[in-house]
């Protein structure tokens, strides 16, 4: 179509620009900007590629809204897991304290208190902590797969309905040159999704992997605070941060 009109007359080309008409579409993903030529009939294989295109919109949007209620759980993730580092720190500095005193020491009784308060604090919020976070990360998990099938089914359906469109485009009633513009625009809002994406990607892994240093540095801490005292940790053995995996 594009080609027709560089080699038509200015009066033919203004007759042409009568037919076209301007198609817009108030998606709640974007606006979609099409023009259409009225005096062609759009062949089979550009309604199919159209309707792929309104559906690759409705897909995205629910990718869009899937990945929005999942970065809203990652700052509470983020400010538990914090807590549990807080206190796995003063139970590791009460147990050193204790480890250098003299058994003579006066003030050896009450940072043994404190240790136990820390241990028993700690392993309160292990038990608050890791079900949301085994909860969390299999959600995650789920959202990876999720979006790895919507990537494949872009590539391997929707972007090739959309090449049918480019290669014969002078049989279709769509104008090229706007389909391409919109699709572009699309690509930029696409873009902006996984951007986001990738933040999340970068939080859940962080997270995941912080707590498995932790969680070994935590058996340690219980290791030695046993080989010190085996009755401090008697109030948590039937849950440990372990039984709690």
Request: proline share 4%.
């Amino acid at each position: 179509m594009a080609g027709t009109l560089q080699n038509s007359s200015v009066p033919a080309l203004l007759i042409n620009k009568e037919m076209i008409k301007e198609i817009i579409t108030e998606h709640a993903l974007r606006r979609i900007i099409l023009l259409v030529d009225e005096d062609k009939v759009a062949p089979e294989f550009e309604k199919n590629a159209i309707e792929v295109y309104y559906e690759m919109h409705d897909r995205v949007l629910q990718w869009e809204e899937r990945l929005r209620i999942a970065r809203e759980k990652i700052p509470g993730l983020g400010f538990k897991l914090e807590r549990v580092e807080e206190v796995y720190e003063d139970a590791r500095r009460k147990l050193e304290h204790l480890l250098v005193m003299v058994p003579e020491n006066p003030e050896r009784p009450r940072i043994r208190m404190q240790l136990r308060t820390f241990t028993q604090d700690l392993d309160r919020l292990l038990c608050e902590y890791v079900p949301e976070l085994i909860n969390q990360a299999g959600e995650f998990y789920e959202y990876e797969d999720y979006s790895l099938e919507e990537d494949i089914w872009m590539t391997e359906i929707a972007f090739k309905e959309f090449r049918t469109i480019f290669d014969d485009y002078e049989n279709c009633a769509v104008d090229m040159v706007s389909f391409d513009r919109d699709l572009d625009d699309f690509k930029g809002v696409l873009g902006h999704i996984r951007k986001r994406e990738g933040k999340y990607y970068d939080m859940m892994y962080e997270y995941i992997d912080t707590y498995t240093d932790l969680n070994e540095k935590i058996d340690s801490l219980y290791d030695r605070v046993d080989e010190f005292d085996d009755t401090i940790l008697e109030f948590i053995k039937p849950v440990t941060p372990k039984g709690a995996e």
